[in-house]
Protein backbone atom coordinates (compact mmCIF):
# COMPACT_ATOMS: atom_id res chain seq x y z
CA UNK A 1 0.00 0.00 0.00
CA UNK A 2 2.84 2.13 1.00
CA UNK A 3 3.69 4.17 -2.12
CA UNK A 4 7.59 4.42 -0.37
CA UNK A 5 7.65 7.14 1.70
CA UNK A 6 10.06 9.22 2.81
CA UNK A 7 11.20 8.88 6.04
CA UNK A 8 10.72 12.22 6.61
CA UNK A 9 7.11 13.19 5.62
CA UNK A 10 6.49 10.09 8.63
CA UNK A 11 8.17 11.44 11.00
CA UNK A 12 6.40 14.77 10.01
CA UNK A 13 2.87 13.09 10.41
CA UNK A 14 4.01 11.13 13.48
CA UNK A 15 4.62 14.50 15.26
CA UNK A 16 1.70 16.24 13.83
CA UNK A 17 -0.51 14.02 14.72
CA UNK A 18 1.52 12.74 18.16
CA UNK A 19 2.75 9.21 17.12
CA UNK A 20 6.47 10.07 17.64
CA UNK A 21 8.05 13.04 19.84
CA UNK A 22 11.86 13.51 19.80
CA UNK A 23 12.55 13.21 23.31
CA UNK A 24 13.33 16.30 25.72
CA UNK A 25 12.52 18.55 22.90
CA UNK A 26 11.77 21.46 24.82
CA UNK A 27 15.42 21.84 25.58
CA UNK A 28 16.86 20.88 22.00
CA UNK A 29 16.21 17.07 21.94
CA UNK A 30 18.20 14.04 22.69
CA UNK A 31 20.13 11.91 20.20
CA UNK A 32 18.87 8.60 20.06
CA UNK A 33 15.91 9.03 22.51
CA UNK A 34 12.19 8.98 21.59
CA UNK A 35 9.31 9.49 22.95
CA UNK A 36 5.51 7.96 22.16
CA UNK A 37 2.82 10.15 22.03
CA UNK A 38 -0.69 9.41 22.88
CA UNK A 39 -1.54 7.74 19.52
CA UNK A 40 2.03 6.87 19.40
CA UNK A 41 1.93 4.38 22.71
CA UNK A 42 -1.34 3.34 21.91
CA UNK A 43 -0.50 1.61 18.91
CA UNK A 44 2.96 0.42 20.87
CA UNK A 45 0.91 -0.95 23.63
CA UNK A 46 -1.27 -2.95 20.75
CA UNK A 47 1.96 -4.28 18.99
CA UNK A 48 3.33 -5.72 22.40
CA UNK A 49 0.13 -6.87 23.37
CA UNK A 50 -0.27 -9.08 20.25
CA UNK A 51 3.06 -10.01 20.57
CA UNK A 52 2.26 -11.39 23.74
CA UNK A 53 -0.92 -12.97 22.94
CA UNK A 54 1.21 -14.67 19.91
CA UNK A 55 4.06 -16.13 22.07
CA UNK A 56 2.63 -16.33 25.65
CA UNK A 57 -0.92 -16.71 26.20
CA UNK A 58 -1.96 -18.94 22.76
CA UNK A 59 1.10 -21.33 23.98
CA UNK A 60 0.94 -23.82 26.49
CA UNK A 61 4.49 -24.27 26.60
CA UNK A 62 5.73 -20.63 26.98
CA UNK A 63 5.35 -18.80 30.32
CA UNK A 64 6.56 -14.95 30.68
CA UNK A 65 8.84 -13.03 32.99
CA UNK A 66 9.65 -9.48 33.88
CA UNK A 67 12.66 -8.89 35.14
CA UNK A 68 14.94 -5.61 36.20
CA UNK A 69 16.38 -3.69 33.81
CA UNK A 70 19.41 -3.17 36.24
CA UNK A 71 21.02 -6.69 37.26
CA UNK A 72 24.21 -8.12 38.76
CA UNK A 73 27.13 -6.82 36.67
CA UNK A 74 28.16 -10.46 36.67
CA UNK A 75 25.31 -11.41 34.28
CA UNK A 76 27.07 -9.18 31.71
CA UNK A 77 30.38 -10.55 32.33
CA UNK A 78 28.98 -14.62 31.63
CA UNK A 79 26.89 -13.62 28.70
CA UNK A 80 30.17 -11.93 27.07
CA UNK A 81 28.45 -8.54 26.40
CA UNK A 82 31.22 -6.78 29.41
CA UNK A 83 34.15 -8.39 26.92
CA UNK A 84 32.67 -8.22 23.09
CA UNK A 85 29.24 -5.94 23.33
CA UNK A 86 31.43 -3.84 21.46
CA UNK A 87 31.30 -2.19 17.99
CA UNK A 88 34.50 -1.05 16.00
CA UNK A 89 34.58 2.95 16.15
CA UNK A 90 36.50 5.73 14.53
CA UNK A 91 36.51 9.30 15.07
CA UNK A 92 37.47 11.82 13.13
CA UNK A 93 40.72 14.04 13.75
CA UNK A 94 39.08 17.03 12.19
CA UNK A 95 35.50 16.95 13.36
CA UNK A 96 35.68 14.69 15.96
CA UNK A 97 32.64 13.20 15.13
CA UNK A 98 32.61 9.60 16.35
CA UNK A 99 30.60 6.94 14.01
CA UNK A 100 30.98 3.52 13.48
CA UNK A 101 33.68 1.93 10.92
CA UNK A 102 31.13 -0.36 8.97
CA UNK A 103 28.93 2.85 8.73
CA UNK A 104 30.84 5.43 7.23
CA UNK A 105 30.31 3.75 3.48
CA UNK A 106 26.22 4.26 4.38
CA UNK A 107 26.54 7.61 6.04
CA UNK A 108 28.71 8.57 3.15
CA UNK A 109 25.70 8.16 0.85
CA UNK A 110 23.14 9.26 2.82
CA UNK A 111 24.70 12.70 3.52
CA UNK A 112 24.95 15.82 0.94
CA UNK A 113 28.64 15.21 0.17
CA UNK A 114 27.76 11.69 -0.86
CA UNK A 115 24.58 12.99 -2.75
CA UNK A 116 26.45 15.56 -4.82
CA UNK A 117 29.04 13.07 -5.68
CA UNK A 118 27.10 10.55 -6.66
CA UNK A 119 25.30 12.95 -8.83
CA UNK A 120 28.39 13.49 -10.62
CA UNK A 121 28.85 10.00 -11.23
CA UNK A 122 25.43 9.58 -12.54
CA UNK A 123 25.55 11.99 -15.05
CA UNK A 124 29.34 10.21 -16.18
CA UNK A 125 31.21 13.90 -15.41
CA UNK A 126 35.07 14.06 -16.31
CA UNK A 127 37.75 14.76 -14.20
CA UNK A 128 36.82 18.44 -14.91
CA UNK A 129 33.72 18.59 -13.18
CA UNK A 130 34.95 16.42 -10.41
CA UNK A 131 37.78 18.92 -9.88
CA UNK A 132 34.96 22.04 -10.42
CA UNK A 133 33.59 19.93 -6.99
CA UNK A 134 36.24 20.44 -5.09
CA UNK A 135 36.80 23.65 -6.17
CA UNK A 136 33.23 25.17 -5.56
CA UNK A 137 30.27 22.82 -3.14
CA UNK A 138 33.31 20.61 -1.88
CA UNK A 139 34.54 23.32 -0.08
CA UNK A 140 31.76 23.78 1.71
CA UNK A 141 30.68 20.38 2.05
CA UNK A 142 33.91 18.30 2.99
CA UNK A 143 36.29 21.27 3.77
CA UNK A 144 39.32 18.82 5.42
CA UNK A 145 39.14 16.45 2.17
CA UNK A 146 42.57 16.51 0.92
CA UNK A 147 41.26 16.97 -3.00
CA UNK A 148 39.73 20.11 -1.21
CA UNK A 149 42.30 21.53 0.66
CA UNK A 150 45.78 20.39 -0.96
CA UNK A 151 46.26 21.30 -4.72
CA UNK A 152 48.80 18.69 -5.20
CA UNK A 153 46.13 16.04 -4.10
CA UNK A 154 43.78 17.20 -5.92
CA UNK A 155 46.26 17.23 -9.28
CA UNK A 156 47.02 14.07 -8.34
CA UNK A 157 43.67 12.45 -8.28
CA UNK A 158 42.95 14.53 -11.72
CA UNK A 159 45.90 12.99 -13.13
CA UNK A 160 44.37 9.56 -12.38
CA UNK A 161 40.92 9.71 -13.38
CA UNK A 162 42.38 11.20 -16.73
CA UNK A 163 44.80 8.27 -17.40
CA UNK A 164 41.82 5.63 -15.96
CA UNK A 165 38.26 7.08 -15.66
CA UNK A 166 37.00 3.84 -14.61
CA UNK A 167 39.13 4.14 -11.18
CA UNK A 168 36.47 5.69 -9.69
CA UNK A 169 33.28 4.56 -10.98
CA UNK A 170 31.55 4.61 -7.10
CA UNK A 171 31.29 6.35 -4.48
CA UNK A 172 33.65 4.92 -2.06
CA UNK A 173 35.98 4.77 -4.62
CA UNK A 174 35.31 8.32 -5.76
CA UNK A 175 35.91 9.57 -2.24
CA UNK A 176 38.62 7.56 -1.45
CA UNK A 177 40.58 8.90 -4.52
CA UNK A 178 39.58 12.37 -3.11
CA UNK A 179 40.66 11.46 -0.17
CA UNK A 180 43.85 10.21 -1.39
CA UNK A 181 43.62 7.30 0.61
CA UNK A 182 41.99 3.82 0.71
CA UNK A 183 38.41 3.07 1.23
CA UNK A 184 36.46 4.50 4.46
CA UNK A 185 39.36 6.23 5.60
CA UNK A 186 37.91 9.24 4.93
CA UNK A 187 35.32 11.29 6.86
CA UNK A 188 31.94 10.99 5.71
CA UNK A 189 30.70 14.07 7.37
CA UNK A 190 34.30 16.79 6.35
CA UNK A 191 36.48 14.79 4.93
CA UNK A 192 38.57 14.59 7.60
CA UNK A 193 41.09 12.04 8.31
CA UNK A 194 39.66 8.89 10.47
CA UNK A 195 41.39 7.05 13.52
CA UNK A 196 41.88 3.42 13.16
CA UNK A 197 38.69 1.53 14.14
CA UNK A 198 38.53 0.84 18.14
CA UNK A 199 36.07 -0.94 20.25
CA UNK A 200 33.43 0.67 22.10
CA UNK A 201 31.25 -0.66 24.51
CA UNK A 202 27.75 -0.61 23.58
CA UNK A 203 26.12 -0.54 27.65
CA UNK A 204 25.46 2.62 29.90
CA UNK A 205 26.88 2.28 33.04
CA UNK A 206 26.04 3.73 35.75
CA UNK A 207 26.25 3.34 39.87
CA UNK A 208 24.52 1.08 42.27
CA UNK A 209 24.25 2.69 45.80
CA UNK A 210 25.20 5.93 47.01
CA UNK A 211 29.24 5.49 46.74
CA UNK A 212 30.68 6.31 43.47
CA UNK A 213 33.14 3.10 43.42
CA UNK A 214 34.26 1.06 40.70
CA UNK A 215 32.99 -1.44 42.74
CA UNK A 216 29.46 -0.36 42.39
CA UNK A 217 29.52 -0.43 39.10
CA UNK A 218 25.84 -1.52 36.98
CA UNK A 219 25.28 -1.60 33.39
CA UNK A 220 20.90 -0.79 31.93
CA UNK A 221 20.43 -4.30 30.37
CA UNK A 222 21.40 -3.88 26.37
CA UNK A 223 18.72 -6.51 25.74
CA UNK A 224 15.65 -8.41 28.00
CA UNK A 225 17.24 -12.27 27.19
CA UNK A 226 19.97 -12.62 29.45
CA UNK A 227 17.30 -12.50 32.88
CA UNK A 228 15.97 -15.09 31.16
CA UNK A 229 18.73 -17.02 31.37
CA UNK A 230 19.75 -15.72 34.69
CA UNK A 231 16.01 -16.89 36.21
CA UNK A 232 15.52 -19.96 34.42
CA UNK A 233 15.99 -22.20 37.22
CA UNK A 234 13.45 -20.03 39.20
CA UNK A 235 10.91 -20.51 36.09
CA UNK A 236 11.97 -23.91 35.73
CA UNK A 237 11.24 -25.11 38.99
CA UNK A 238 8.09 -22.97 39.23
CA UNK A 239 6.03 -23.24 36.04
CA UNK A 240 5.73 -26.86 35.67
CA UNK A 241 7.22 -26.85 32.33
CA UNK A 242 9.47 -29.43 30.87
CA UNK A 243 11.58 -29.15 27.62
CA UNK A 244 10.80 -27.69 25.05
CA UNK A 245 8.99 -25.03 26.82
CA UNK A 246 9.74 -21.07 26.47
CA UNK A 247 10.28 -18.08 28.71
CA UNK A 248 9.26 -15.07 27.42
CA UNK A 249 9.63 -11.09 28.04
CA UNK A 250 9.27 -7.95 26.66
CA UNK A 251 10.83 -4.67 28.19
CA UNK A 252 13.33 -1.40 27.61
CA UNK A 253 16.65 -2.30 26.54
CA UNK A 254 19.46 0.46 26.21
CA UNK A 255 22.34 0.55 24.13
CA UNK A 256 25.13 3.78 23.74
CA UNK A 257 24.27 3.03 20.05
CA UNK A 258 27.76 5.21 18.08
CA UNK A 259 25.57 6.57 15.76
CA UNK A 260 21.59 6.97 16.37
CA UNK A 261 20.38 7.01 12.99
CA UNK A 262 16.59 7.33 10.63
CA UNK A 263 14.55 7.95 12.85
CA UNK A 264 13.83 5.13 15.91
CA UNK A 265 15.25 2.49 13.35
CA UNK A 266 18.49 2.63 15.63
CA UNK A 267 17.31 4.43 18.86
CA UNK A 268 19.58 4.30 22.29
CA UNK A 269 16.57 3.76 24.31
CA UNK A 270 14.46 0.74 23.37
CA UNK A 271 12.16 -2.39 23.90
CA UNK A 272 12.31 -5.64 22.97
CA UNK A 273 10.38 -8.38 22.58
CA UNK A 274 12.23 -11.99 22.92
CA UNK A 275 11.76 -15.66 23.59
CA UNK A 276 14.27 -17.87 24.49
CA UNK A 277 12.67 -21.35 23.25
CA UNK A 278 14.56 -24.33 25.26
CA UNK A 279 14.43 -27.70 23.50
CA UNK A 280 16.65 -30.81 24.20
CA UNK A 281 19.98 -31.60 22.26
CA UNK A 282 20.17 -33.19 19.65
CA UNK A 283 21.68 -36.53 21.07
CA UNK A 284 18.30 -36.43 23.84
CA UNK A 285 16.09 -36.84 20.89
CA UNK A 286 17.86 -39.45 19.05
CA UNK A 287 17.95 -41.73 22.69
CA UNK A 288 14.76 -40.97 23.23
CA UNK A 289 12.70 -41.49 20.02
CA UNK A 290 15.66 -43.27 18.04
CA UNK A 291 15.58 -40.52 15.30
CA UNK A 292 15.66 -36.54 14.98
CA UNK A 293 13.94 -34.83 12.01
CA UNK A 294 16.04 -32.43 10.64
CA UNK A 295 15.06 -30.20 7.70
CA UNK A 296 16.15 -32.72 4.69
CA UNK A 297 12.99 -34.83 5.77
CA UNK A 298 10.92 -31.59 5.03
CA UNK A 299 8.66 -31.73 8.03
CA UNK A 300 5.18 -29.97 8.92
CA UNK A 301 5.98 -27.30 10.43
CA UNK A 302 2.43 -26.40 11.49
CA UNK A 303 2.23 -28.12 14.67
CA UNK A 304 5.57 -29.25 16.50
CA UNK A 305 6.75 -32.84 17.08
CA UNK A 306 8.69 -34.49 20.08
CA UNK A 307 11.33 -35.92 17.51
CA UNK A 308 12.16 -32.66 16.33
CA UNK A 309 15.91 -31.59 16.00
CA UNK A 310 17.19 -27.81 16.50
CA UNK A 311 17.32 -27.40 12.91
CA UNK A 312 13.92 -27.80 12.23
CA UNK A 313 12.53 -25.99 15.73
CA UNK A 314 14.54 -23.24 14.34
CA UNK A 315 12.42 -23.26 11.13
CA UNK A 316 9.42 -23.43 13.54
CA UNK A 317 10.26 -20.27 14.62
CA UNK A 318 11.15 -18.29 12.12
CA UNK A 319 7.71 -19.59 10.17
CA UNK A 320 5.66 -18.55 13.39
CA UNK A 321 7.48 -15.24 13.44
CA UNK A 322 6.68 -14.40 9.88
CA UNK A 323 2.83 -15.41 10.27
CA UNK A 324 3.02 -13.21 13.25
CA UNK A 325 3.96 -9.89 11.36
CA UNK A 326 1.89 -10.68 8.44
CA UNK A 327 -0.90 -10.74 11.23
CA UNK A 328 0.16 -7.39 12.27
CA UNK A 329 -0.61 -5.96 8.84
CA UNK A 330 2.88 -6.34 6.60
CA UNK A 331 2.61 -8.07 3.27
CA UNK A 332 4.41 -10.77 2.96
CA UNK A 333 6.33 -9.48 -0.19
CA UNK A 334 7.41 -6.55 1.85
CA UNK A 335 9.85 -8.75 3.97
CA UNK A 336 12.88 -11.09 3.32
CA UNK A 337 14.41 -13.75 5.30
CA UNK A 338 18.58 -13.17 5.47
CA UNK A 339 20.42 -16.52 6.46
CA UNK A 340 23.38 -15.54 8.04
CA UNK A 341 26.48 -17.20 6.22
CA UNK A 342 28.91 -19.53 8.08
CA UNK A 343 31.13 -16.64 8.15
CA UNK A 344 29.30 -14.34 9.66
CA UNK A 345 27.41 -16.58 12.34
CA UNK A 346 28.65 -16.43 16.41
CA UNK A 347 30.83 -18.81 17.36
CA UNK A 348 28.33 -20.96 19.31
CA UNK A 349 25.60 -20.02 17.29
CA UNK A 350 24.36 -23.38 14.64
CA UNK A 351 22.02 -20.84 12.75
CA UNK A 352 20.62 -17.37 12.37
CA UNK A 353 17.99 -15.79 10.20
CA UNK A 354 17.17 -11.61 9.82
CA UNK A 355 13.87 -10.86 9.21
CA UNK A 356 14.57 -7.96 6.90
CA UNK A 357 11.80 -5.17 6.09
CA UNK A 358 12.33 -3.22 3.26
CA UNK A 359 12.54 0.99 5.01
CA UNK A 360 12.40 4.01 2.82
CA UNK A 361 16.43 3.50 3.89
CA UNK A 362 16.96 0.45 2.58
CA UNK A 363 16.31 -3.54 2.99
CA UNK A 364 17.10 -3.79 7.20
CA UNK A 365 16.77 -6.08 10.37
CA UNK A 366 13.28 -6.05 11.82
CA UNK A 367 13.81 -9.04 14.06
CA UNK A 368 16.50 -11.68 14.35
CA UNK A 369 15.83 -15.56 15.12
CA UNK A 370 19.02 -17.50 16.48
CA UNK A 371 19.92 -21.17 17.30
CA UNK A 372 22.60 -20.53 20.10
CA UNK A 373 23.24 -24.17 21.28
CA UNK A 374 23.74 -24.56 25.09
CA UNK A 375 25.89 -21.44 24.69
CA UNK A 376 24.16 -19.52 27.29
CA UNK A 377 23.55 -20.84 30.01
CA UNK A 378 26.81 -22.98 30.36
CA UNK A 379 28.19 -19.53 30.48
CA UNK A 380 25.92 -18.86 33.23
CA UNK A 381 26.34 -22.48 34.94
CA UNK A 382 30.30 -21.63 34.43
CA UNK A 383 29.89 -18.18 36.07
CA UNK A 384 27.23 -18.88 38.29
CA UNK A 385 28.64 -22.04 39.88
CA UNK A 386 24.58 -23.19 39.88
CA UNK A 387 23.93 -26.43 37.36
CA UNK A 388 21.45 -25.14 34.87
CA UNK A 389 20.98 -28.76 33.82
CA UNK A 390 17.79 -30.16 33.93
CA UNK A 391 16.28 -33.74 34.72
CA UNK A 392 14.73 -36.04 31.82
CA UNK A 393 13.08 -38.75 33.78
CA UNK A 394 11.78 -40.32 30.23
CA UNK A 395 15.35 -39.90 28.87
CA UNK A 396 16.94 -41.81 32.05
CA UNK A 397 14.40 -44.35 31.75
CA UNK A 398 15.18 -45.19 28.03
CA UNK A 399 18.89 -44.72 28.52
CA UNK A 400 18.68 -47.61 31.75
CA UNK A 401 17.25 -50.24 29.24
CA UNK A 402 21.07 -49.40 26.74
CA UNK A 403 23.09 -52.44 27.20
CA UNK A 404 27.02 -51.19 27.78
CA UNK A 405 27.98 -51.87 24.35
CA UNK A 406 25.20 -49.26 23.08
CA UNK A 407 26.10 -46.84 25.09
CA UNK A 408 29.58 -46.67 24.49
CA UNK A 409 28.90 -46.88 20.69
CA UNK A 410 26.47 -43.97 21.09
CA UNK A 411 29.20 -42.12 23.10
CA UNK A 412 32.01 -42.85 20.34
CA UNK A 413 29.19 -41.55 18.00
CA UNK A 414 28.60 -38.24 19.16
CA UNK A 415 32.09 -37.63 20.04
CA UNK A 416 32.92 -38.20 16.26
CA UNK A 417 30.21 -35.46 15.12
CA UNK A 418 31.07 -32.88 17.94
CA UNK A 419 34.42 -33.54 16.39
CA UNK A 420 33.77 -33.30 12.94
CA UNK A 421 32.14 -29.29 14.15
CA UNK A 422 35.50 -28.92 15.78
CA UNK A 423 34.32 -29.45 19.55
CA UNK A 424 36.11 -30.91 22.17
CA UNK A 425 35.46 -34.78 21.60
CA UNK A 426 36.75 -35.46 25.48
CA UNK A 427 33.33 -32.79 25.81
CA UNK A 428 31.28 -34.44 23.99
CA UNK A 429 32.09 -38.42 25.75
CA UNK A 430 30.90 -36.39 29.49
CA UNK A 431 28.07 -34.89 27.97
CA UNK A 432 26.90 -38.00 26.17
CA UNK A 433 27.55 -40.17 29.79
CA UNK A 434 25.69 -37.22 30.97
CA UNK A 435 22.33 -38.28 29.07
CA UNK A 436 22.39 -41.42 30.21
CA UNK A 437 21.40 -40.15 33.64
CA UNK A 438 18.75 -37.63 32.25
CA UNK A 439 20.79 -34.92 32.43
CA UNK A 440 21.58 -32.31 29.92
CA UNK A 441 21.74 -28.40 29.81
CA UNK A 442 18.65 -27.33 26.47
CA UNK A 443 20.08 -25.45 23.63
CA UNK A 444 17.92 -22.70 22.96
CA UNK A 445 15.91 -20.93 19.84
CA UNK A 446 15.49 -17.00 20.53
CA UNK A 447 13.12 -14.81 18.44
CA UNK A 448 14.73 -11.21 19.24
CA UNK A 449 12.15 -8.41 17.85
CA UNK A 450 12.08 -4.53 18.45
CA UNK A 451 9.34 -3.38 19.21
CA UNK A 452 9.96 0.34 18.29
CA UNK A 453 11.33 -1.44 14.86
CA UNK A 454 8.16 -3.08 13.88
CA UNK A 455 6.10 0.33 14.88
CA UNK A 456 8.42 2.23 12.39
CA UNK A 457 7.72 -0.67 9.69
CA UNK A 458 4.04 -0.40 10.60
CA UNK A 459 3.99 3.33 9.86
CA UNK A 460 6.06 3.00 6.73
CA UNK A 461 3.92 0.64 5.16
CA UNK A 462 0.82 2.15 5.69
CA UNK A 463 1.42 5.72 4.66
CA UNK A 464 -0.52 6.41 1.47
CA UNK A 465 -1.05 9.84 -0.42
CA UNK A 466 -4.28 9.33 -2.19
CA UNK A 467 -5.07 10.93 -5.29
CA UNK A 468 -9.28 11.93 -5.34
CA UNK A 469 -11.06 13.40 -7.55
CA UNK A 470 -14.72 14.89 -5.49
CA UNK A 471 -18.09 14.79 -7.48
CA UNK A 472 -17.37 18.29 -8.83
CA UNK A 473 -14.40 17.03 -10.01
CA UNK A 474 -12.19 18.58 -7.57
CA UNK A 475 -8.77 17.22 -7.01
CA UNK A 476 -7.66 16.47 -3.55
CA UNK A 477 -5.45 14.39 -1.55
CA UNK A 478 -6.02 12.42 0.94
CA UNK A 479 -3.73 10.88 3.20
CA UNK A 480 -4.39 7.06 4.99
CA UNK A 481 -3.14 4.86 7.06
CA UNK A 482 -3.56 2.07 6.39
CA UNK A 483 -2.71 0.36 9.56
CA UNK A 484 -3.96 -3.37 10.20
CA UNK A 485 -7.36 -2.85 12.88
CA UNK A 486 -5.34 -5.06 15.66
CA UNK A 487 -2.55 -2.07 15.60
CA UNK A 488 -4.24 0.86 14.56
CA UNK A 489 -3.72 3.07 17.51
CA UNK A 490 -8.00 3.89 17.69
CA UNK A 491 -10.15 1.35 16.60
CA UNK A 492 -13.11 3.30 16.25
CA UNK A 493 -14.08 7.00 15.86
CA UNK A 494 -17.36 8.50 17.03
CA UNK A 495 -19.36 11.29 15.32
CA UNK A 496 -22.50 12.91 15.83
CA UNK A 497 -24.16 14.24 13.11
CA UNK A 498 -24.82 17.58 14.07
CA UNK A 499 -23.76 18.91 18.06
CA UNK A 500 -26.79 20.97 18.83
CA UNK A 501 -29.72 18.22 18.94
CA UNK A 502 -29.88 16.18 22.20
CA UNK A 503 -31.61 13.26 20.11
CA UNK A 504 -28.83 12.90 17.66
CA UNK A 505 -25.80 14.37 20.26
CA UNK A 506 -26.73 12.15 23.76
CA UNK A 507 -27.10 9.12 21.12
CA UNK A 508 -23.50 9.33 20.29
CA UNK A 509 -22.12 9.85 22.74
CA UNK A 510 -24.57 6.67 24.64
CA UNK A 511 -22.89 5.11 21.91
CA UNK A 512 -19.48 6.54 22.37
CA UNK A 513 -19.27 5.50 25.68
CA UNK A 514 -20.62 2.14 25.33
CA UNK A 515 -17.68 1.61 22.56
CA UNK A 516 -14.56 3.38 24.63
CA UNK A 517 -15.42 0.75 27.92
CA UNK A 518 -14.08 -1.77 25.40
CA UNK A 519 -11.94 -0.54 22.32
CA UNK A 520 -9.71 2.05 21.76
CA UNK A 521 -12.60 5.36 20.39
CA UNK A 522 -12.38 8.62 19.49
CA UNK A 523 -14.88 10.88 20.09
CA UNK A 524 -14.31 14.34 17.48
CA UNK A 525 -17.90 16.73 16.97
CA UNK A 526 -15.80 18.88 15.19
CA UNK A 527 -16.20 20.16 11.87
CA UNK A 528 -17.75 18.69 8.56
CA UNK A 529 -17.92 15.20 8.50
CA UNK A 530 -15.85 14.54 5.51
CA UNK A 531 -13.03 16.41 7.44
CA UNK A 532 -13.59 14.73 10.26
CA UNK A 533 -13.06 11.98 8.16
CA UNK A 534 -9.88 12.81 6.70
CA UNK A 535 -8.31 13.31 10.23
CA UNK A 536 -9.22 9.58 11.33
CA UNK A 537 -7.68 8.49 8.19
CA UNK A 538 -4.52 10.50 8.36
CA UNK A 539 -4.28 8.80 11.98
CA UNK A 540 -5.52 4.79 10.35
CA UNK A 541 -8.72 4.65 11.95
CA UNK A 542 -10.31 1.20 10.48
CA UNK A 543 -14.41 2.67 11.36
CA UNK A 544 -15.72 5.86 11.68
CA UNK A 545 -19.25 5.89 12.74
CA UNK A 546 -22.01 9.04 12.49
CA UNK A 547 -25.02 8.93 14.43
CA UNK A 548 -27.82 11.04 12.66
CA UNK A 549 -31.82 11.44 12.54
CA UNK A 550 -32.58 7.84 11.32
CA UNK A 551 -30.46 6.51 14.97
CA UNK A 552 -32.85 7.59 17.34
CA UNK A 553 -35.40 5.86 15.07
CA UNK A 554 -34.03 2.91 14.30
CA UNK A 555 -30.59 2.28 16.55
CA UNK A 556 -28.91 2.20 13.14
CA UNK A 557 -25.67 4.09 12.42
CA UNK A 558 -23.52 4.56 9.58
CA UNK A 559 -20.17 2.82 9.80
CA UNK A 560 -17.41 4.08 7.34
CA UNK A 561 -14.79 2.26 6.54
CA UNK A 562 -11.44 3.99 6.09
CA UNK A 563 -9.75 1.82 3.33
CA UNK A 564 -12.44 1.43 0.81
CA UNK A 565 -14.43 4.78 2.19
CA UNK A 566 -17.81 2.88 1.53
CA UNK A 567 -20.52 3.63 4.26
CA UNK A 568 -22.63 1.43 5.49
CA UNK A 569 -25.91 1.53 8.04
CA UNK A 570 -25.24 -1.37 11.04
CA UNK A 571 -26.40 -1.37 14.64
CA UNK A 572 -24.50 -1.27 17.71
CA UNK A 573 -24.61 -5.44 18.05
CA UNK A 574 -23.74 -5.87 14.81
CA UNK A 575 -20.90 -3.13 14.56
CA UNK A 576 -19.43 -4.82 17.83
CA UNK A 577 -19.74 -8.19 16.25
CA UNK A 578 -17.27 -6.93 13.39
CA UNK A 579 -14.67 -5.39 15.55
CA UNK A 580 -14.50 -8.41 17.89
CA UNK A 581 -13.94 -10.54 15.02
CA UNK A 582 -11.37 -7.99 12.92
CA UNK A 583 -9.36 -7.55 16.39
CA UNK A 584 -8.77 -11.22 16.96
CA UNK A 585 -5.04 -12.36 16.40
P1 LIG B 1 21.61 -4.34 14.50
O1 LIG B 1 22.48 -5.29 13.71
O2 LIG B 1 20.60 -3.62 13.67
O3 LIG B 1 22.39 -3.47 15.42
P2 LIG B 1 21.35 -6.45 16.33
O4 LIG B 1 21.58 -7.64 15.46
O5 LIG B 1 22.42 -5.96 17.21
O6 LIG B 1 20.74 -5.26 15.45
P3 LIG B 1 19.89 -7.83 18.27
O7 LIG B 1 20.93 -7.70 19.28
O8 LIG B 1 19.72 -9.15 17.62
O9 LIG B 1 20.07 -6.71 17.18
O10 LIG B 1 18.52 -7.30 18.88
C1 LIG B 1 17.27 -7.89 18.54
C2 LIG B 1 16.32 -6.86 17.99
O11 LIG B 1 16.27 -5.71 18.84
C3 LIG B 1 16.71 -6.29 16.62
O12 LIG B 1 16.28 -7.15 15.59
C4 LIG B 1 15.94 -4.99 16.62
O13 LIG B 1 14.59 -5.20 16.27
C5 LIG B 1 16.02 -4.55 18.06
N1 LIG B 1 17.10 -3.57 18.23
C6 LIG B 1 18.41 -3.84 18.43
N2 LIG B 1 19.12 -2.70 18.55
C7 LIG B 1 18.22 -1.69 18.42
C8 LIG B 1 18.33 -0.26 18.45
N3 LIG B 1 19.50 0.35 18.68
N4 LIG B 1 17.21 0.48 18.27
C9 LIG B 1 16.01 -0.12 18.06
N5 LIG B 1 15.85 -1.46 18.04
C10 LIG B 1 16.94 -2.24 18.20
Known amino acids: ?302 VPQKEWGWEVWHKYWVEQRKKWIIACGLPKDSFVEYWQKPDELAHYARACVDIEYAFPFGVQELEGIAARSDFDLTQHQKHSGKSMEVFDEPLKQVCSKMDETAKAAFVEKVAAEWQSRGKDPEAARAFARKLFEGRYIPHVIEPSAGVDRMMLALLCNAYEEQKLVDEKGKEDTRVVMHFSPKVAPVKVAVFPLVKNKPEVYNKAREIFEYLRRRTAAFWDEGGAIGRRYRRQDEVGTPWCITVDFQTAEDDTFTVRERDSMKQERMTLAQFKAMLDEALVF
Open 1 to 302: MSNTSSLDVIASLCKRRGFIFHSSEVYGGINGFWDYGPLGCEMKRNIKDAWWQAMVRDREDVAGLDATIIMHPAIWKASGHLDTFSDPMCTCKSCKKLMRADQVDDILTDGEIGKTLQALLDEHADYGKIAGWCKGKGKGLAPNLPAVTDPDALTAAVEKLKADPACATTLSALYALLGAGAPSTRCPYCGGELTEPRPFNLMFKTIVGPVDDPSNVAYLRPETAQAIFAQFLNVYATSRMSVPFGIAQMGKSFRNEVTPRNYTFRSREFEQMELEFFIKPDEAVELLYGKVTTMADQPDLS
